[in-house]
T-cell receptor, first 112, second 114 residues
Framework: EDQVTQSPEALRLQEGESSSLNCSYTVSGLRGLFWYRQDPGKGPEFLFTLYSAGEEKEKERLKATLTKKESFLHITAPKPEDSATYLCAVGGRTFGNEKLTFGTGTRLTIIP | DTEVTQTPKHLVMGMTNKKSLKCEQHMGHRAMYWYKQKAKKPPELMFVYSYEKLSINESVPSRFSPECPNSSLLNLHLHALQPEDSALYLC?????????????FGEGSRLTVL
């Protein structure tokens, strides 16, 4: 059974203070690792897909990286609007059978 | 149009009621999903429809009954629910031209069972 563990559970940063969120996973064979952002009372919003160790993806102030055992979401010079819960998931690569297993998330708060 | 629309946004029902949650997308996606999310917990997969056929049922109790009338619509019929079924129910869709794992989620229907 796939397992995903995220740390820390919550993180408070000052605006502009860079940091990283961690996602550790245990799977029988990694098909894909996905990062989502979820705002309170909303559905998750897709950010990145990573498939193989060494892969990196970037979007604005966010950069996701992948090793054989974990993924990091680096946030550089964050702004208050980056405050959200960031969810990591592992799952399938076969369209129509994406059984994503989500971690419990990191609740990020950026203080102005 | 990159939206998944869910109705109603809020629903309160008694344990003997029958109600339905509805989900609609017009992105041409051919896979649609129901997830359940409790407070401060991750989303948990319930059902997946692929090309209007049920492809995954995560051993969900029969008091939840999914239906996919066509490629744009997904329903979740609710009957004889328990208070512990209170949660945010999220619908999502994905398309073959998108990356695997790239799901588009709606804002959810918040269900309270009294």
């Amino acid at each position: 059974e796939d397992q995903v563990t995220q740390s820390p559970e919550a993180l408070r940063l000052q605006e502009g203070e860079s940091s990283s969120l961690n996602c550790s996973y245990t799977v029988s064979g990694l098909r894909g690792l996905f990062w989502y952002r979820q705002d309170p009372g909303k559905g998750p919003e897709f950010l990145f897909t990573l498939y193989s160790a060494g892969e990196e993806k970037e979007k604005e102030r966010l950069k996701a990286t992948l090793t054989k055992k974990e993924s990091f979401l680096h946030i550089t010079a964050p702004k208050p609007e980056d405050s959200a819960t960031y969810l990591c998931a592992v799952g399938g690569r076969t369209f129509g059978n994406e059984k994503l297993t989500f971690g419990t998330g990191t609740r990020l708060t950026i203080i102005p | 149009d990159t939206e998944v629309t869910q109705t109603p946004k809020h629903l309160v029902m008694g344990m003997t009621n029958k109600k339905s949650l509805k989900c609609e997308q017009h992105m041409g996606h051919r896979a649609m999903y129901w997830y359940k999310q409790k407070a401060k917990k991750p989303p948990e997969l319930m059902f997946v429809y692929s090309y209007e056929k049920l492809s995954i049922n995560e051993s969900v109790p029969s008091r939840f009954s999914p239906e996919c009338p066509n490629s744009s619509l997904l329903n979740l019929h609710l009957h004889a629910l328990q208070p512990e079924d209170s949660a945010l129910y999220l619908c999502a869709s994905s398309g073959p031209l998108r990356q695997p794992g790239e799901l588009f989620f709606g804002e959810g229907s918040r269900l309270t069972v009294l």
